[in-house]
């Protein structure tokens, strides 16, 4: 994780890019088990915030991005668990493995997401390893 | 562009890897699943097999049982089947049908026998039953259509005698679907030959019984369960064609003839 942003945000701007975090942990919360919901709200929160400065954009872009990557993953989870309890699929060692697999991801995500709101509401930049990079492609100032 | 391609197949590659690796660690065995669903279908098997018992009427006749264990003896140790573990059961019915209950009881009604003009086609019945066993259709057919929690509650004795008896009916007079139809009749092509027991038996009997246009007034329940009969036909005989080998009787001719007069006589 990278902490250097080229301006240093004020108070008003750090607390709107930490609530961006705290919209998707809120999310994951409320939207287990559908991996769809806390994409949304943070799209939701995206799109709220778009015309906003170039921090409270950026860590925006960060948190979406985050949450589209885990969309697949769980989406996959959910529903080859939904085959498993309703349809043919067997709970075989594969699937607890990638559900083991998956819930690890989801806590390294959890954990980083707690970490960046606390981070960014001090006014502290947090970049993440590859979604630092991938944010810095999508959010120009 | 290209670092963040780079740190995507990390990230990825590292969640693959870990998928891998934890797919070696049995964790059937750790979360007790594989004990469970042993256990459930087992009480599942008794309660099936209780509500058979006193609801119809079981041929004791040792000479039946024997000649019926005689075929059941060959096809499972070619084909390296716990021959203990099926419990062979012959029921006293008109309806030409077989079906497979779950903790591997295999049922076979008179009316079938009767309706086999040799042990080939009934040999051929009896895999179609075991392969649905040995792959585990017939748990796979309640969980989708009964229900985890509600077999679940069935094994626990939490149901009523009209669930256990919707749920019999489910697996003596439904069909499995396509897929799982497909995949019995090839492997008990597989049992068949490996049993040196010709399949074309099998593939008439299905062709046969597809153009009698009186199955439905002879309740030829095993038939109208299994719907596409002459295509399966078609399919076995093109699986079978290849093996030249040669196919061994299981019963004398005498034998058989008198089990079908047996079955004539119950």
């Given at each position: 994780m990278k902490n250097e942003f080229y301006y240093q945000p004020g108070e008003h701007e750090a607390e709107r890019a930490s609530n961006s975090y705290l919209m998707s942990l809120i999310a994951i919360i409320a939207g287990l088990p559908l991996?769809?919901?806390?994409?949304?709200?943070?799209?939701?929160?995206?799109?709220?915030?778009?015309?906003?400065?170039?921090?409270?954009?950026?860590?925006?872009?960060?948190?979406?991005?985050?949450?589209?990557?885990?969309?697949?993953?769980?989406?996959?989870?959910?529903w080859w668990t939904v085959s498993v309890i309703w349809g043919d699929e067997q709970a075989t060692n594969k699937y607890f493995a990638y559900i083991i697999s998956l819930i690890v991801l989801n806590l390294?995500?959890?954990?980083?997401?707690i970490y960046s709101a606390i981070q960014v509401r001090k006014g502290k930049h947090v970049s993440w390893w590859l979604y630092g990079d991938l944010t810095d492609l999508f959010c120009k100032q | 562009m290209k670092k963040i391609i780079f740190q995507l197949l990390i990230l990825s590659g590292v969640f693959l890897a870990c998928w891998f690796l934890l797919s070696n660690i049995d964790w059937r065995n750790i979360f007790g699943?594989?004990?469970?669903?042993?256990?459930?279908?087992?009480?599942?098997?008794?309660?099936?097999?209780?509500?058979?018992?006193?609801?119809?009427?079981?041929?004791?006749?040792?000479?039946?049982?024997?000649?019926?264990?005689?075929?059941?003896?060959?096809?499972?140790?070619?084909?390296?089947?716990?021959?203990?573990?099926?419990?062979?059961?012959?029921?006293e019915s008109d309806e030409v049908n077989a079906f497979a209950l779950p903790d591997?009881?295999?049922?076979v009604y008179t009316g079938l026998i009767k309706e086999c003009t040799d042990e080939t086609e009934l040999?051929?019945?009896?895999?179609?039953?075991?392969?649905?066993?040995?792959?585990?259709h017939i748990m796979r057919k309640l969980v989708k259509e009964v229900g985890l929690s509600m077999l679940i509650s069935m094994a626990g004795g939490n149901s009523s005698s009209e669930i256990i008896r919707e749920a019999v009916k489910l697996l003596s007079s439904s069909a499995y679907d396509r897929k799982l139809e497909k995949e019995a009749d090839i492997n008990a092509v597989?049992?068949?030959?490996?049993?040196?027991?010709?399949?074309e038996g099998f593939a008439n009997f299905l062709y046969t019984l597809s153009l009698d246009k009186t199955s439905v007034e002879?309740?030829?329940?095993?038939?109208?369960?299994?719907p596409d009969s002459e295509e399966r036909s078609k399919y076995i005989l093109d699986k079978a064609k290849n093996n030249k080998i040669k196919y061994l009787p299981v019963l004398k001719k005498d034998t058989w003839d008198e089990l079908k007069e047996k079955c004539y006589e119950d």
């Open positions: 991996p769809i919901i806390n994409l949304l709200a943070t799209l939701i929160f995206y799109m709220g915030n778009r015309k906003s400065t170039y921090f409270v954009r950026w860590h925006c872009t960060q948190a979406l991005l985050s949450q589209l990557s885990l969309l697949f993953v769980n989406s996959a989870g959910f390294v995500e959890f954990i980083s997401t | 699943t594989e004990e469970m669903s042993e256990n459930t279908e087992k009480k599942l098997g008794e309660i099936y097999w209780d509500y058979f018992d006193s609801h119809e009427q079981i041929v004791k006749d040792p000479y039946v049982t024997k000649c019926m264990d005689s075929l059941l003896t060959r096809i499972c140790t070619s084909n390296a089947i716990d021959k203990e573990k099926i419990k062979l059961h012959v029921v591997n009881h295999l049922v040999c051929g019945v009896m895999c179609h039953e075991i392969a649905h066993l040995e792959l585990n597989d049992y068949l030959i490996k049993a040196d027991i010709n399949p002879k309740s030829v329940s095993w038939i109208n369960t299994h």
